[in-house]
């Protein structure tokens, strides 16, 4: 069975934080409330901004996010593919490559020409689907990689 893609609503944002934290802030002191309300300030914004959601069989196993600001202050770029995740038991699947198209084509419907992110583990994944990079640099401490998307 095959996932779908759909806006991320109420539902989702509990599952989907639990996800966040383990990929992104684990060793930090970001809560799940935390990451929870800022996915309910993303979903419930203006509308330009976005949160998608994988469902399998009804329950999410990823999301990724279109924002229009990412890490601060490394660069004053707008607007940004953010937090990909998807669960570890369901990659390799092409779900990943599904969320970030749909970030994409939202994208271009909000009129956006050029997109951006930040990686470093998943540089590979990023190009194969068309990213370039186009800078190193430190974050807080860590090695980071800028890339763009030509839409």
Known sequence: MQPTIEAMTERDV????????VAFFEGTCRTLEEDMNA???LIAGDGFEAA???HLDGSPIGSCLFVRDEIDPAHDLTPWLAGLVVDEA???RGIGTALVRTVEAHAVSAG???LHLYTW???????A???????TFEQDGE?????????
């Open 121 to 127: 583990q998943a540089r590979p994944f990023y190009e």
């Open 52 to 54: 998608f959601v994988a």
């Open 39 to 41: 996915l309910r300030g």
């Open 143 to 151: 090695p980071m990689l800028l890339m763009v998307r030509e839409l």
């Open 112 to 114: 956006v020409s050029k």
């Open 90 to 92: 369901y990659r390799g």
């Open 14 to 21: 509990r599952a989907i934080g639990r996800l966040r934290l």
């Open 129 to 135: 689907l068309g990213w370039t990079a186009i800078e």
